[in-house]
């Protein structure tokens, strides 16, 4: 929703504002819009676009060289009036005519044709090229009643860059009404947009279904299913696009532009998984992806949705599409000259070698994975709760990661069993996964512990309840240097350094392996209910209003829970 | 929340590979992130930055000339693991030496420290400067312990301008330090985001309230007020990080770069209408604003939040920061030299004259001003029943159209009174005023029936009810002819037809206006009444399911509606 405004009745207004101010660089606010605040040596055919507001950054994102000379900015999801497109028009013409280019909706038509019949009886010369690559707002037989969404991106980059070329107004009407009939567009939508001030969406969508067709303005969707995968939307959208392929476009070898646009709350990550498959379908079918975008490039204020645009290019269509661009919200071209580099990484950083190792460490190693197994188990049921404990204080990443590292870990300990790997190549291999897919600072220091007992441990020997007490206290050290905490400090240490200390010390009293851990992780246990007890306490205060930036991470809590998890494996 | 996903463990590996298959233009991916794919002519310090995934375009979406050689990047909101770091930075580095430069979190600390020990001891000489902008994260006597966040992007690109400008790895680590000390931020947020497959956001804020200092994965902030306005939050931003200028930087002057930033759905429009206060109060406070950017630069998935950084330049500073980049994420730079110019408007395009009337034209035409008042305050009152009957089948705007149009033709037509303008222009007035703020085919038709009866009236005549009857007849047809709508499309027309027909037979049957009128508004509210009873069956059947893409607006219901308050006030 819209949060942030004064009064609602200015918010157009006041965003042009904004906008014109935070843009200075490439535009000028005039009546009706914005032109140009740039002029380039040749006098140029002037890009008039428009459209209502909302929809950032069309229209006024993309004035600036190599794209538009003016964009006329109604109210919000409005038109603008003939007399706003005629203002703008007309302070755009530099002498060579004037190519209005905007969306296919009925109020547009209407200001649009109103504003290009006044400025022709006062002898401006001016043309129009309505966008209309929305495949769902009509069928192919009326194709020229479609909308236009964000295949306006397409059409006017083409245009503009014609423009920038020198090409006459007959040249740019061209090269426009060839890149809208090479253009097709499919949207969907799970949630609308809240103007500012309205109480409500413009539409809702039920939770967990995805409207089909839906226009950037909330005009009904032609469908309604389940949410897909990433990959099945890909293939959706693929799929029905191909289907209807522009006249003189075949397949084999076609290159072709696609745009994947983000409406507003549909993230840059989202749209990238879902990319991925775009840009594996398309190749597969034969097409040749030249310059694809992927981002925000017509939205609709935070609505939750997504299309994908074709722009079909033959070689004028490439040459205008690649041509450089800079516009507040869309810009393309080279700093100095760069030449293109492949960057070979060496495969010999990425593995580490199974070196030798007597059969007494390969057996220990297994039983290292098989305990592994069980942390990794136990982690899984723990994660929902190690994450709320963090979030409490943190992130709320605590759980998560240690899944991911734990899952990791077991995983890369088997591969190295397998590979006939001893106890110290075991952890040092389950360290290294459990660091690279946990990240964060519990994937470091939980690769420091493997890693460091597994160094105890070695490859050779047999090792004792001594070997292992002295890699644990061994890890502890290394834990504290690395991290800078002490007890106290309330991060894993606080049950660390208990359980170390109690491990040496039962094992020096001539305890068994079994029992000493089982002691030490006894007092591990204490200093994790307690810090379990501080982040309820600071959790109940949170509720209730307090804030406080604490330290207090599970840490401790999932460290108790894999001492005890491992204590019933040495069973 | 994050809706596209396959299988939530796979997302940042796919969402990788989405962004390197868009994006190869730039970067390569290897393992443990990207690196650039192009290679300028002369070698560089490598500048190599990274953090967890989930933040578009921090980090990949930074990579490329101008800015960074390489991005480690992480996991959902996890860092880049040590060997990640090692691995991207080991493939960046092009002789001269790395600099790496990251938010400071506890887990990249770690784990960048940890590479750069390794890099180091192979023989690469490589420095770190972190990323402390984040005011609300730690007072300002331990600054250094403060987190990154959208500050990022100020320390990254004067760091990359300055090694694409071919300083040493001593030079780029000065000035990637300078920008950090001279870089400040404070952020707000509304509601968190989701991540892939989880069930709940990261965090909550209560409606209606705004959480102050909240960092970019949810770390609690510092406390929470209700959301204030659009100025109301720029005036907080902008007062609260002047309290805290950094050393050497006195206002009067101070040359500053504010980035204002988008967490990820708070859009665009919203962002430009705060950044519309920002920067007069910057202005005010004798700061000059330098190149500013308002757009989405370092985002947390779909969390709605913004916040607001202020870079503090220097001349060398002003220099890098204004040199050209070009990166998927972040392009800055001409295409081929522009000179600026000033477009000036011409004021008389603006204004229409008001010209002689006679006293009865005069009088008629205040009487016709405070008709506008009646009907703008009807419209006023049902303007959320018009939006809703246009949500079914349109884009709900009719409702807020009508009331601004009407608004702004009330009160232009009564500052024509106030003029001394006639029937005729008092209408042409308000005609203007009603096409220019309402937009849309509404405002469009709105404005031709006004302007129309305004011809049949005159400024000089005294006006009857033939006038009368005669100027709505040529409105009616004005209309059919505009829009190219007939009787039965469900339109304004279906009402506009029999209410003009039947005024004008009343009319030349000898009744009085106030009849004629009554009579004609009769048969418009039956048409009218049509059209709702059909909105409603279409609004049931769309409720149960049923889609379809169908005509009917509310153009009717709000002609009649006209119609009759109009007819009150010829009482």
Request: proline share 4%; hydrophobic share 45%.
């Amino acid at each position: 929703m819209t949060r942030l405004f004064n009064d609602p009745a200015a918010f157009a207004d006041e965003m042009t504002q904004g906008f014109a101010d935070a843009a200075s660089r490439w535009v000028q606010r005039i009546p009706g819009g914005v032109v140009r605040s740039t002029r380039s040596e040749d006098q140029q055919v002037a890009l008039v676009i428009g459209g209502g507001s909302g929809h950032y950054p069309a229209f006024g994102g993309l004035v600036g060289p190599g794209i538009a000379h003016g964009a006329a900015m109604g109210n919000l999801f409005a038109s603008p009036s003939a007399h706003q497109v005629y203002s703008v028009a007309k302070a755009a013409d530099q002498g060579r005519g004037v190519l209005l280019s905007y969306g296919n909706y009925a109020g547009d038509v209407l200001h649009f044709t109103q504003a290009q019949d006044r400025l022709n009886a006062e002898g401006h010369d001016v043309r129009t090229v309505l966008v209309t690559d929305d495949i769902w707002s009509a069928p192919r037989e009326r194709i020229d009643q479609r909308r236009g969404i964000a295949g306006d991106l397409a059409v006017f980059k083409v245009a503009g860059a014609a423009a920038e070329a020198g090409y006459d107004l007959d040249g740019v009407e061209r090269v426009a009404r060839l890149a809208n009939a090479r253009t097709r567009s499919f949207g969907v939508a799970f949630s609308g947009c809240t103007l500012p001030g309205a109480d409500a969406p413009l539409f809702e969508v039920p939770e967990g279904r995805m409207a089909v067709g839906l226009g950037i303005h909330g005009e009904p969707g032609i469908d309604e299913v389940d949410i897909p995968t990433a990959a099945g939307l890909a293939e959706m959208f693929v799929t029905k696009l191909l289907e209807e392929l522009p006249d003189g476009v075949s397949l084999g070898g076609a290159r072709v532009v696609p745009i994947l646009n983000g409406l507003g709350s549909v993230k840059y990550e989202e749209l990238f998984v879902v990319y991925r498959t775009v840009h594996r379908l398309l190749a597969e079918r034969g097409a040749v992806v030249v310059e694809p975008e992927v981002g925000e490039l017509c939205t609709s204020f935070d609505m939750a949705g997504c299309s994908l645009t074709l722009l079909w290019l033959d070689e004028e269509l490439e040459t205008l599409w690649t041509a450089p661009a800079d516009t507040p919200g869309y810009r393309k071209g080279s700093v100095a000259p760069q030449r293109h580099v492949e960057v070979h990484v060496d495969a010999a950083d990425e593995e580490q070698p199974i070196g030798p190792a007597s059969d007494e460490s390969r057996a220990l190693g297994r039983a290292i994975a098989d305990g592994l197994d069980a942390v990794a188990g136990a982690l899984d049921d723990a994660a929902d709760d190690l994450g709320r404990m963090d979030q409490v204080a943190g992130d709320g990443d605590h759980g998560i990661g240690m899944q991911r590292g734990s899952r990791a870990a077991r995983d890369a300990a088997h591969r190295a069993v397998d590979g006939g790997a001893g106890a110290r190549t075991v952890l040092a291999h389950a360290a290294e996964a459990w660091s690279d897919k946990a990240g964060g600072t519990s994937g470091a220091i939980w690769a420091e512990i493997l890693r460091t007992v597994g160094e105890a441990l070695g490859d050779e020997s047999t090792a004792d309840a001594a070997a292992v007490a002295t890699g644990v206290t061994a890890a502890k050290d290394a834990v504290m240097a690395f991290g800078k905490a002490k007890v106290g400090d309330k991060t894993m240490v606080d049950a660390m350094v208990p359980f170390a200390d109690a491990l040496a010390a039962a094992v020096a009293g001539g305890r068994g392996l079994a029992d000493a851990w089982d002691r030490a992780t006894t007092g591990a246990e204490g200093a994790a209910q307690g810090t379990a007890d501080l982040v309820a306490t600071l959790g109940r205060a949170r509720s209730h209003g307090e804030k406080s930036i604490g330290t207090p991470d599970p840490g401790a809590v999932s460290f108790a829970l894999v001492c005890r998890t491992i204590h019933r494996t040495l069973g």
